[in-house]
């Protein structure tokens, strides 16, 4: 062997040694080919040898364990984690949580699945926002009591109603008006301004202090039809007018006339008299002596629509009774008013009909057939509940008196003046209604 030789002798022999090498596995690529066998090699050349150290041990201090720089420890080390490796389960969002192989754990999360995660509960956290927000702006516009929520259901309904109070009855022409007096209509007129602002409906509080107000005659206590006339003139878009008098008071605030009344005027209403007729009026007219009429106005409920209806009274133990009623603007009402306010009905009956214009309206329904088409009749204790003291003719008839059970949405002390405390029914009813509405729901949103 040369001294130029390395371990393998000249260079045609190691030439010759790694072509004989390949040649025992002719298929194998170059880089996939065996190394030579343990036994095929010798011992390489020390630091001391011509020639020096075998080229992969350059660099080396000793020549012991680094044979061609890839030692068998590395190469057995090596084997093993490359199958250790190939061994671990795949992490995919569609794989079991276990090896099928080796039933061992899954790998810890991975960021990719996290942030797919993170993403899809950021999605359902927006709508979760969106929906508290929608809930907090429904809140705010339609159930709280603010000015937004007023003009907001002004503009949806509201401008179409309008409340008629009458104020200063009398005007102290009669009779001198005490401190007491003042102080109903003060409670009074309070609560109907509060009732319109919540739910945007329109107030005409109204002077009904005895004047000569007609060149003819003072007519006192007939002037609510002309003041209804006229309210309707000043408000032409308007479509129902709710007439209230000053002992009236609104018990729950929190009820509008849309889901009181208006939205199922049908299931509130009734057109036939006979339901409850303490006036025992014949309801229908007898055919025989009104064959001229069609069959509406023969019928005891006309013609049963709730379009026709444009004139909502309710009834006491005397009769029909007007300190709270509700009327429609239509063709209908406007020929009623004028023939109501004919004063050639008042000329000729006033000093017989005792009840005034509520005497009158009663006459016209029992004698004009047209008027009885388009009026319907609504429970009292719907809109005009009487306190005790009134209906002495009737204490116990339950569907008179206002019932706190109930929570009754009006009460009208009528003839509190005759022999009655008008201020300390107010005050009761005042501060009743504010026991009934003071929970901690009903204080944040009345």
């Known amino acids: ?40 090699r010798s011992s390489p050349p020390t630091s001391a040898s011509s020639g020096g150290m075998w080229p992969g041990r350059k660099g080396t201090s000793n020549g012991s364990a680094n044979i061609g720089g ?23 969002p569609f794989s079991p949580s276990y090896s099928s192989s080796y039933r061992t754990p899954s790998t810890p999360f991975p960021l990719g699945r996290l942030w797919s995660c993170f993403s899809l509960k950021r999605s359902k956290l927006n709508t979760f926002l969106l929906l508290v927000g929608a809930f907090v702006i429904f809140v705010f516009t339609y159930l709280h009591h603010n000015p937004v929520s007023s003009k907001i259901r002004y503009a949806s309904g509201g401008s179409k109603i309008v409340i008629i109070l009458a ?15 003042w102080a109903v209509e003060r409670d009074s007129i309070a609560n109907k301004k509060a009732y319109a602002e919540r739910w945007g409906y329109h107030l005409e509080i109204k002077d009904m202090s005895t004047k000569k107000r007609y060149a003819h005659e003072w007519r006192e206590s007939w002037e609510k039809v002309d003041v209804i006339k006229q309210t309707m003139r000043q408000h032409p878009k308007a479509e129902w007018f709710w007439w209230m008098d000053l002992h009236t008071f609104i018990m729950e605030p929190s009820i509008s006339l849309h889901s009181h009344i208006f939205r199922h005027i049908q299931n509130t209403t009734y057109r036939d008299i006979n339901i409850y007729n303490p006036l025992n009026i014949t309801h229908p007219l007898p055919k025989s002596d009104f064959f001229y009429l069609d069959g509406v106005s023969l019928s005891p409920v006309g013609d049963d629509k709730a379009e026709s209806i444009n ?57 004009q057939p047209w008027v009885r088409t388009g009026t319907a009749f609504i429970p009292q204790r719907m809109i005009n509940s009487f306190p005790p003291g009134a209906c ?24 509190c003046e005759w022999g009655r405390d008008c201020w300390g029914e ?11 509405n003071s929970g901690w729901w009903k204080k944040s949103f009345r």
């Not at 890839?70 to 995919?92: C, D, E, M, V, W």
């Not at 002495?392 to 003839?415: L, Q, S």
């Not at 107010?426 to 009934?436: A, G, K």
Request: charge should be negative; hydrophobic fraction near 30%; charged fraction near 25%.
């Open 1 to 40: 062997m040369s001294a130029g030789g390395g371990f393998w002798g000249s260079n045609s022999d190691n030439n010759n040694a790694y072509a004989g090498s390949r040649a025992s596995t002719p298929n194998l690529p170059l880089s996939r080919s065996h190394s030579p066998l343990p036994s095929e």
């Open 70 to 92: 890839y030692s068998p420890a590395r190469k057995f080390l090596g084997k093993h984690l490359r199958k250790l490796s190939t061994s671990l389960p795949i992490y995919s």
């Open 167 to 181: 104020a200063n009855q009398g005007g102290g022409v009669m009779s001198l008006k005490g401190a007491k007096e």
């Open 311 to 367: 004139l909502i009274i309710p009834q006491d133990c005397g009769g029909f009774n007007l300190g709270s009623f509700l009327i429609r603007r239509s063709e209908w009402s406007e020929r009623l008013l004028d023939i109501w306010w004919d004063p050639i009905g008042y000329e000729q009956k006033h000093m017989e009909w005792e009840h005034k214009e509520q005497d009158s309206l009663e006459y016209l329904y029992t004698n």
């Open 392 to 415: 002495a003719e009737t204490p116990d008839d339950k569907r008179i008196f206002y019932d706190e059970k109930d929570r009754d949405f009006v009460v009208n002390m009528a003839g």
């Open 426 to 436: 107010m005050v009761y009813y005042r501060q009743l209604s504010e026991r009934l």
